[in-house]
């Protein structure tokens, strides 16, 4: 190490790589985020970026973003406001400087900060050069050229050389924050195999970058953050959609039932159907449908004819398969339907997160048509709900909606990977008896016996028409369908039986509850946590299953003097929470098509509290 | 060793195939032919066990089927009886699965997973009871009516131009397209059994007629008087020959069809088209489908056109072999524990 280049200790840092579309950012961004976390930090990431999948380059629109949080500490959330900013052209500080901290790092690419690029980023002047930036420590890095320069050797093209520079910011970035350069450079050399110029290059631009911070001038001070206290255990990076997709897998093997797929590509879901698409070793049936109502009523077909089926889809897909989970719920067959809530209403905002489909899933669609409704609260919690998801399903013969966002999809997390022989079986008991078979026979559970095709002697008929309780025969009767409207109800409220009770984190009751779902546990943990350090009483709990709630939901918020529910819409767990128990809740509502920052929720939660400790 | 152990098949009859519902289609009406030859057509399909067999429908009058058939049956929702026939064989390809459908639901709102359950090539056999009304929702026009047709939503005749079911199928790519009438039993029977043979889509327009609300559409094919030059039945391999003493031919020039009399004007048998239902070329066939366009030609019956093409069942079910053979089965704690993994002590 040259000498004057000190190490500072940090207990976290929140990064953000932003730049043109086709810049690599995402790449760039989860290359430091499996580095990081290989080297022990706890970390969440947020990757933001534009719906076009090249928008015209140098614009403030098209500029795509990857932020993460890592620390030495148990780190919530991808962070409220970057320390430290790659800049890799002028549109990408106009985009996020409102978002840097005071007094925050910008590494900026000098070389795109050319007349057409300021233009383009609505500078009159260049913020590198006439002061505007005062209050920031501004690297300004020549990151084009210097890539252009540690490649001259090379056959690639210009414009192949210079697709490389995010390699050299991310070597750049390797060296101030003091990680390893080696995974990244095995990444490399699987990526290109077939490519071995590629490597050489990508490579090569890597340890310039490295070097380039060993041995300029520029950077005095590098950062070490220590490898954070997590619990023992073998661990990966994964992300919400990833977990999803083992999930739905794990539910398979742990069923023994073959896992059918039926989906038509939406952002941001269509990775898992890409995921499950890899698996046809563990007989894993995709079916890219022609649209998102076939997605589902495949899924229905193949879970009449005795497999374990699945549907996944985002916002305005879940709206086109309403009738068909009616059918679903119906015929009471066993169905996940997994909606990656996107920015609504209509297209709305296809690439970032929002919350408000939980009204649609828990009471869109005709008639009386209860079903279960769960949500996953953690990227790595995806695994999780999509397992039991499953469970229920098939437990009590009826459709599961599994929420997930945006945020949870694309963002990602250390996971402590559990082991096979961890998960519990997921029993599974086709009806062959013929003497005692009746289509709608109910047993404790109130669902209803599950007949393959192929099994002799049970031929039997289902369909959208109400059905005679027991026989299972069309019935028009008036005091049939009265009966058959509250089973299906009934059974859907007993599964409270068989769900984890809410926990509340923080005193059991008191003055404030804050009450969460989904993927906004991060944001509320992060600031109840940092509250209670500031001596602040404030207890938080977070729903998991919607419909039904846990069996003590209405005993805990009956013990706060308020209840506090952030949720990224207009209030919608709000309202049922309200309708459900008739206590008055507050809201805390911000639909920016990002998730929460902790702060704003700390500020409501201090409002809330008058400022008393 | 003894071969007293064997059991003996029983040969099942069509009443092994009716349920103990009673039927409510309106009397007379075409959907009981239809019902009455698939009862009496399925003890012949060979290598089809009856629990095997698994009726779809969608929603109106021909989507009732199911409820009447002693098989495993699914009514579901309008227009998606495709889509949901197509994930029941995808995820079971032993299973045998019929879709029963009408002209609203099959064309109309389920327009979209018609064409790509042909496209796909999923081996399912879909029945379009064809009455070109819309029934259960009392007498509007379908996709399927003639342009003109005075209903109670054209009261001053439909604007709207007709799917012809038959070149919309082949245009789908197809593998088996074929057409019967509700009138013609036997003719149907041999069509419903031609389709379970088939490995693919089969497709067969059955002409039904709607008593109530479309009596007579098609009386000009079953009319004791006219039927004979009005229908064409395609064999294969034999030339393409209709009126009362077989004496009128389709003949072909170019891509131009037109009528003969092999008896007059020179002509011969030898001038008429010789029906190949597996050309590979699409051509004939569609020629074929067209002649209804005019009047001056018969309707054709029977098996328009049968080729071969891998289903997306069978395929899905080959890469998951291949897969497998090269791979190994899966293995879920190695999945879970593959890529950049880390311990922590």
């Given at each position: 190490?040259?000498?004057?280049?000190?190490?500072?200790?940090?207990?976290?840092?929140?990064?953000?790589?932003?730049?043109?579309?086709?810049?690599?950012?995402?790449?760039?961004?989860?290359?430091?985020?499996?580095?990081?976390?290989?080297?022990?930090?706890?970390?969440?990431?947020?990757?933001?970026?534009?719906?076009?999948?090249?928008?015209?380059?140098?614009?403030?629109?098209?500029?795509?973003?990857?932020?993460?949080?890592?620390?030495?500490?148990?780190?919530?959330?991808?962070?409220?406001?970057?320390?430290?900013?790659?800049?890799?052209?002028?549109?990408?500080?106009?985009?996020?400087?409102?978002?840097?901290?005071?007094?925050?790092?910008?590494?900026?690419?000098?070389?795109?900060?050319?007349?057409?690029?300021?233009?383009?980023?609505?500078?009159?002047?260049?913020?590198?050069?006439?002061?505007?930036?005062?209050?920031?420590?501004?690297?300004?890095?020549?990151?084009?050229?210097?890539?252009?320069?540690?490649?001259?050797?090379?056959?690639?093209?210009?414009?192949?050389?210079?697709?490389?520079?995010?390699?050299?910011?991310?070597?750049?970035?390797?060296?101030?924050?003091?990680?390893?350069?080696?995974?990244?450079?095995?990444?490399?050399?699987?990526?290109?195999?077939?490519?071995?110029?590629?490597?050489?290059?990508n490579r090569n631009a890597l340890i310039a970058g490295y070097n380039f911070g060993e041995n300029t001038e520029l950077f005095t001070i590098r950062y070490d953050v220590k490898p954070a206290q997590l619990p023992k255990g073998v661990y990966r990076s994964i992300s919400g959609n990833e977990a999803t997709a083992l999930g739905c897998l794990a539910a398979s093997v742990k069923s023994g039932l073959p896992l059918f797929l039926g989906s038509y590509p939406i952002?941001?879901?269509?990775?898992?159907?890409?995921?499950?698409?890899?698996?046809?070793?563990?007989?894993?049936?995709?079916?890219?449908?022609?649209?998102?109502?076939?997605?589902?009523?495949?899924?229905?077909?193949?879970?009449?004819?005795?497999?374990?089926?699945?549907?996944?889809?985002?916002?305005?897909?879940?709206?086109?398969?309403?009738?068909?989970?009616?059918?679903?719920?119906?015929?009471?067959?066993?169905?996940?339907?997994?909606?990656?809530?996107?920015?609504?209403?209509?297209?709305?905002?296809?690439?970032?997160?929002?919350?408000?489909?939980?009204?649609?899933?828990?009471?869109?669609?005709?008639?009386?048509?209860?079903?279960?409704?769960?949500?996953?609260?953690t990227p790595s919690d995806c695994f999780y709900m999509a397992f039991e998801a499953f469970r229920i399903a098939i437990k009590y013969m009826c459709p599961v909606i599994l929420l997930t966002d945006g945020y949870l999809a694309n963002g990602s997390e250390p996971w402590k990977i559990p082991h096979v022989n961890e998960l519990p079986e997921i029993p599974v008991k086709f009806w062959t008896d013929k003497s005692t078979y009746q289509t709608y026979l109910r047993?404790?559970?109130?669902?209803?016996?599950?007949?393959?095709?192929?099994?002799?002697?049970?031929?039997?008929?289902?369909?959208?028409?109400?059905?005679?309780?027991?026989?299972?025969?069309?019935?028009?009767?008036?005091?049939?369908?009265?009966?058959?409207?509250?089973?299906?109800?009934?059974?859907?409220?007993?599964?409270?039986?068989?769900?984890?009770?809410?926990?509340?984190?923080?005193?059991?009751?008191?003055?404030?509850?804050?009450?969460?779902?989904?993927?906004?546990?991060?944001?509320?943990?992060?600031?109840?946590?940092?509250?209670?350090?500031?001596?602040?009483?404030?207890?938080?709990?977070?729903?998991?299953?919607?419909?039904?709630?846990?069996?003590?939901?209405?005993?805990?918020?009956?013990?706060?003097?308020?209840?506090?529910?952030?949720?990224?819409?207009?209030?919608?767990?709000?309202?049922?929470?309200?309708?459900?128990?008739?206590?008055?809740?507050?809201?805390?509502?911000?639909?920016?098509?990002?998730?929460?920052?902790?702060?704003?929720?700390?500020?409501?939660?201090?409002?809330?509290?008058?400022?008393?400790? | 060793?003894?071969?007293?152990?064997?059991?003996?098949?029983?040969?099942?009859?069509?009443?092994?195939?009716?349920?103990?519902?009673?039927?409510?289609?309106?009397?007379?009406?075409?959907?009981?032919?239809?019902?009455?030859?698939?009862?009496?057509?399925?003890?012949?399909?060979?290598?089809?066990?009856?629990?095997?067999?698994?009726?779809?429908?969608?929603?109106?009058?021909?989507?009732?089927?199911?409820?009447?058939?002693?098989?495993?049956?699914?009514?579901?929702?309008?227009?998606?009886?495709?889509?949901?026939?197509?994930?029941?064989?995808?995820?079971?390809?032993?299973?045998?699965?019929?879709?029963?459908?009408?002209?609203?639901?099959?064309?109309?709102?389920?327009?979209?997973?018609?064409?790509?359950?042909?496209?796909?090539?999923?081996?399912?056999?879909?029945?379009?009871?064809?009455?070109?009304?819309?029934?259960?929702?009392?007498?509007?026009?379908?996709?399927?009516?003639?342009?003109?047709?005075?209903?109670?939503?054209?009261?001053?005749?439909?604007?709207?131009?007709?799917?012809?079911?038959?070149?919309?199928?082949?245009?789908?790519?197809?593998?088996?397209?074929?057409?019967?009438?509700?009138?013609?039993?036997?003719?149907?029977?041999?069509?419903?059994?031609?389709?379970?043979?088939?490995?693919?889509?089969?497709?067969?327009?059955?002409?039904?007629?709607?008593?109530?609300?479309?009596?007579?559409?098609?009386?000009?094919?079953?009319?004791?008087?006219?039927?004979?030059?009005?229908?064409?039945?395609?064999?294969?391999?034999?030339?393409?020959?209709?009126?009362?003493?077989?004496?009128?031919?389709?003949?072909?020039?170019?891509?131009?069809?037109?009528?003969?009399?092999?008896?007059?004007?020179?002509?011969?048998?030898?001038?008429?088209?010789?029906?190949?239902?597996?050309?590979?070329?699409?051509?004939?066939?569609?020629?074929?489908?067209?002649?209804?366009?005019?009047?001056?030609?018969?309707?054709?019956?029977?098996?328009?056109?049968?080729?071969?093409?891998?289903?997306?069942?069978?395929?899905?079910?080959?890469?998951?072999?291949?897969?497998?053979?090269?791979?190994?089965?899966?293995?879920?704690?190695?999945?879970?524990?593959?890529?950049?993994?880390?311990?922590?002590?």
């Amino acid at each position: 190490m040259i000498k004057g280049k000190e190490f500072q200790n940090l207990t976290e840092v929140t990064v953000r790589f932003a730049g043109d579309s086709g810049d690599g950012m995402q790449l760039t961004g989860s290359q430091f985020s499996d580095t990081t976390a290989v080297w022990g930090n706890d970390l969440s990431t947020l990757p933001d970026y534009p719906a076009e999948i090249r928008a015209p380059s140098g614009t403030v629109y098209g500029v795509s973003g990857f932020q993460l949080h890592f620390g030495s500490m148990d780190v919530h959330t991808p962070g409220d406001r970057p320390d430290i900013l790659v800049a890799m052209n002028p549109a990408a500080i106009r985009k996020n400087l409102p978002e840097l901290k005071q007094g925050g790092i910008i590494i900026a690419n000098t070389d795109a900060f050319d007349a057409k690029n300021l233009k383009l980023a609505k500078y009159d002047t260049n913020p590198l050069e006439d002061n505007s930036l005062l209050g920031f420590e501004v690297y300004p890095v020549p990151i084009t050229s210097l890539t252009i320069k540690a490649l001259e050797n090379t056959k690639l093209s210009q414009k192949e050389i210079s697709r490389c520079k995010n390699f050299f910011a991310l070597g750049l970035m390797y060296w101030l924050y003091n990680r390893p350069l080696d995974q990244t450079i095995d990444w490399i050399k699987k990526k290109f195999k077939d490519k071995p110029e590629f490597i050489d290059a990508n490579r090569n631009a890597l340890i310039a970058g490295y070097n380039f911070g060993e041995n300029t001038e520029l950077f005095t001070i590098r950062y070490d953050v220590k490898p954070a206290q997590l619990p023992k255990g073998v661990y990966r990076s994964i992300s919400g959609n990833e977990a999803t997709a083992l999930g739905c897998l794990a539910a398979s093997v742990k069923s023994g039932l073959p896992l059918f797929l039926g989906s038509y590509p939406i952002t941001p879901a269509t990775e898992i159907l890409q995921y499950l698409s890899n698996y046809k070793n563990f007989g894993v049936k995709t079916f890219q449908a022609e649209d998102e109502i076939a997605g589902i009523t495949s899924a229905i077909g193949a879970s009449f004819a005795g497999n374990l089926a699945l549907t996944t889809t985002s916002g305005p897909g879940l709206a086109l398969k309403s009738e068909a989970l009616g059918l679903a719920l119906m015929t009471e067959l066993p169905l996940v339907v997994i909606n990656v809530q996107r920015g609504g209403p209509s297209t709305g905002l296809p690439t970032k997160t929002e919350q408000a489909d939980l009204l649609q899933a828990m009471y869109g669609r005709n008639g009386e048509s209860p079903l279960a409704v769960i949500a996953s609260s953690t990227p790595s919690d995806c695994f999780y709900m999509a397992f039991e998801a499953f469970r229920i399903a098939i437990k009590y013969m009826c459709p599961v909606i599994l929420l997930t966002d945006g945020y949870l999809a694309n963002g990602s997390e250390p996971w402590k990977i559990p082991h096979v022989n961890e998960l519990p079986e997921i029993p599974v008991k086709f009806w062959t008896d013929k003497s005692t078979y009746q289509t709608y026979l109910r047993d404790e559970f109130l669902a209803r016996p599950w007949a393959k095709p192929g099994t002799p002697g049970l031929e039997h008929r289902i369909g959208g028409l109400e059905k005679a309780n027991i026989t299972g025969a069309v019935s028009y009767d008036h005091d049939n369908h009265d009966l058959m409207v509250k089973l299906r109800d009934q059974k859907i409220k007993n599964i409270a039986k068989d769900i984890p009770d809410l926990v509340v984190d923080g005193d059991e009751e008191g003055e404030l509850l804050v009450l969460g779902w989904g993927g906004t546990l991060g944001a509320i943990t992060e600031a109840v946590i940092r509250l209670r350090k500031a001596g602040y009483k404030v207890s938080q709990a977070h729903l998991k299953y919607l419909n039904p709630m846990p069996a003590n939901t209405e005993k805990v918020v009956r013990s706060f003097k308020k209840v506090l529910i952030p949720e990224i819409n207009l209030g919608q767990l709000s309202k049922i929470i309200r309708s459900e128990f008739l206590i008055p809740v507050e809201q805390f509502n911000l639909v920016r098509g990002l998730p929460f920052k902790s702060m704003d929720i700390e500020e409501k939660i201090i409002d809330l509290l008058g400022g008393k400790i | 060793m003894a071969d007293n152990n064997e059991i003996k098949e029983v040969k099942l009859t069509a009443k092994d195939f009716a349920t103990d519902q009673d039927v409510r289609w309106c009397p007379g009406c075409g959907d009981y032919s239809i019902l009455a030859q698939v009862q009496r057509s399925f003890p012949d399909l060979v290598n089809v066990k009856k629990e095997d067999i698994v009726w779809i429908s969608g929603i109106g009058c021909s989507s009732r089927f199911p409820y009447y058939m002693d098989t495993y049956g699914f009514h579901t929702i309008h227009g998606r009886a495709p889509a949901i026939a197509t994930g029941v064989k995808i995820s079971n390809p032993g299973l045998s699965v019929w879709v029963a459908t009408g002209d609203g639901d099959l064309l109309s709102i389920g327009g979209n997973h018609f064409i790509h359950a042909c496209r796909k090539n999923i081996d399912l056999k879909v029945l379009l009871f064809n009455n070109r009304i819309y029934g259960l929702t009392k007498g509007q026009y379908s996709p399927t009516s003639e342009k003109g047709k005075k209903t109670k939503t054209s009261p001053y005749g439909s604007v709207d131009f007709p799917f012809n079911p038959v070149s919309l199928a082949l245009g789908a790519e197809a593998t088996f397209v074929a057409r019967c009438t509700d009138r013609d039993t036997k003719h149907m029977q041999q069509m419903i059994k031609r389709a379970a043979d088939h490995k693919g889509i089969a497709f067969i327009e059955i002409f039904q007629n709607c008593v109530i609300f479309n009596d007579g559409a098609f009386d000009a094919l079953t009319d004791k008087a006219t039927k004979d030059d009005m229908l064409l039945y395609m064999e294969q391999g034999k030339p393409l020959l209709f009126g009362k003493n077989k004496e009128k031919g389709i003949k072909i020039d170019g891509a131009v069809p037109s009528v003969i009399n092999i008896n007059e004007n020179g002509n011969s048998i030898n001038d008429v088209l010789v029906h190949d239902e597996f050309d590979l070329s699409p051509v004939r066939s569609t020629i074929l489908a067209h002649l209804t366009d005019s009047t001056e030609f018969p309707t054709p019956l029977g098996v328009f056109r049968q080729i071969f093409r891998p289903t997306v069942d069978g395929e899905i079910e080959r890469q998951i072999e291949e897969v497998t053979m090269k791979k190994g089965v899966g293995d879920l704690e190695k999945l879970l524990f593959s890529g950049n993994t880390w311990e922590v002590n």
